[in-house]
């Protein structure tokens, strides 16, 4: 999946929650060292399609993550830019074909 900001920025998506009826993405751009959180409203839907193993989740809100977000416990670190979560999770989407290889 991946969504384009207001800037025309590309981002892929690895996980879709929902939080209080309102739906938001995690996504990766380009040399941020991490994920960052996206309002369903603010940004436009470019590519629909969830590519890849997901689970499902439930913390604060509920939603799809992928895979390695939950079961290799990415998803807090990435969120704090954590740079060696950054790099196993760089490194997986690269083993799974889901980045480029040159991605940082």
Known sequence: MRIK???GEI???????????????????KNYGGLSAYS?????VVEPEIEGDS?????????IYHWALIKENLLDDLLELDETAYNRFLDILKAEGRIDPDFC
């Not at 369903?40 to 436009?44: I, K, P, Y």
């Open 40 to 44: 369903a409203r603010e940004v436009t």
């Open 5 to 7: 900001e207001h800037d």
């Open 11 to 29: 981002v892929d998506i690895y996980a879709i929650y929902f939080i209080n009826g309102e739906v938001n993405f995690l996504g990766m751009p």
């Open 55 to 63: 689970v499902y989740f439930r913390n604060n809100g509920h939603g």
